[in-house]
């Protein structure tokens, strides 16, 4: 008796990197019969959820974010029905690196490890997991890959996900990344202060530079719906997970990460907080050794990041109105230099033989 008939994948993807990997395992399933569905969760209105009489596997398939899974997919998988039992697989997509001859991977903190403990909380089965370290899209701290070096990282990575998919198919338990665990886990704080305050400070250093056209694709494929105009200029909300997609497929390479304004940012807002510290620690009479205050303080140097940096963005975004700042902002900007490539898989698979898998259930427009 054949132990699935169907097979669900749900993924979000910034770049194309889960969309590919989910398209190489719908491949697999559909050579073994199984009908297969793909779903990009930040696309449809209406998520297809297998149905209880279903004999269906489950997969998540997602970025690594800030040493964790991509905070949408967690929230996704939270809200998801209840297990009753049915088995999972999980795939991550890290930032893989190439030097010389060697392949670098990247780093999973609790990409895995959280999302299997919501889904075993929840009554589903964890039959595999696995991390993939196709080329890193994290393009405000590195230039994007060289064509060369994504067309390698992708050689190596198909197989290796085809592989994990007909062992999860076949029934075999595949738990990829158990060595890294210590590792992982050692980390986690990272990955937590990530999750609760990195991410906020992070999307507030987009800025679109004068090549702008007010195409409006930015606004129209970002997976959270987190870029609206303001004053005839994009404008990114708290809510922006930094998945890089709108600053990769920008056609007109008008998306830049303002470095010298993060750099302000932090150092205005470092200075403001050690002035709060010291009010707060002189008048209330407070030991700032004591642990509660300890804890209590990171609490609130995050909620005054997110505060300060939110509302200095606000200024920056009007005074970009002026020829002056957005000189500066420019000039201080990394992603400005001409060597400073951009990534995507749809436009780098395009452009070569990466083969993209089976068709998945929505395309993100590529110009
Ligand atoms: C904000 C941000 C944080 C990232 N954090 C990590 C990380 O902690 N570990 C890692 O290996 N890769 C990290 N990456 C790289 C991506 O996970 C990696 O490039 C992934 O393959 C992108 O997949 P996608 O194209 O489906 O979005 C990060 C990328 C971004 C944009």
């Not at 669900?8 to 910034?14: E, L, R, T, W």
């Not at 795939?91 to 780093?107: D, E, H, Q």
């Not at 990171?298 to 606000?314: D, E, K, S």
Request: charged letters at 15%; one cysteine or more.
């Amino acid at each position: 008796m054949e132990r699935w008939n169907s097979l669900y994948i749900y993924f979000i993807s910034g770049t194309g990197n889960a969309r590919v990997s989910s398209g190489w395992i719908k491949d697999e399933a559909d050579k073994q019969g199984l009908n297969t569905v793909v779903q990009q969760i930040d696309r449809l209105q209406n998520i297809a959820i297998p149905l209880k009489s279903e004999k269906a596997l489950i997969g998540f398939a997602f970025p690594t974010h800030g040493f964790n899974a991509a905070p949408i997919m967690i929230r996704f998988i939270a809200g998801f029905p209840r297990g009753l039992g049915r088995e999972v697989f999980l795939l991550n997509t890290r930032a893989g690196m190439k030097l010389s001859k060697i392949f670098l991977p990247g780093v999973s903190g609790v990409a895995l490890l959280l999302p299997a403990f919501i889904l075993w909380l929840k009554g589903y089965k964890c039959i595999g997991f696995r991390p993939v370290d196709l080329p890193s899209n994290w393009i405000p701290l590195h230039p994007g890959l060289k064509k060369k070096v994504i067309e390698s990282i992708f050689h190596r990575c198909e197989p290796i996900v085809r592989n994990f998919a007909v062992n999860i198919l076949s029934g075999k338990k595949v738990y990829r990344g158990l060595l890294s665990i210590p590792l992982d886990l050692l980390i986690s704080p990272i990955a937590l202060a990530y999750y609760v305050g990195g991410r906020f400070f992070l999307s507030k250093t987009f800025i679109a530079n004068n090549n702008c056209n007010n195409c409006g694709i930015c606004i129209r494929e970002c997976p959270t719906s987190s870029i609206r105009m303001v004053s005839g200029r994009p404008y990114w909300n708290l809510t922006c997970e930094s998945c890089m997609r709108c600053l990769n497929y920008c056609p007109e390479k008008a998306i830049e990460a303002a470095h010298g304004m993060a750099v302000a940012f932090w150092i205005i807002f470092s200075a403001i907080n050690t002035q709060l510290f010291l009010l707060l620690i002189n008048s209330l009479n407070i030991n700032p050794h004591i642990w509660w205050w300890k804890l209590l303080s990171q609490v609130i140097g995050i909620a005054c990041m997110i505060i300060i940096t939110a509302v200095l963005y606000r200024i920056m975004h009007h005074a970009m109105g002026f020829r002056p700042v957005r000189f500066l902002v420019r000039f201080t900007s990394l992603t400005t230099l001409p060597f400073w490539r951009r990534y995507s898989f749809l436009k780098n698979s395009r452009k070569s033989h990466i083969s993209s898998g089976g068709q998945v259930a929505t395309e993100v427009p590529c110009s």
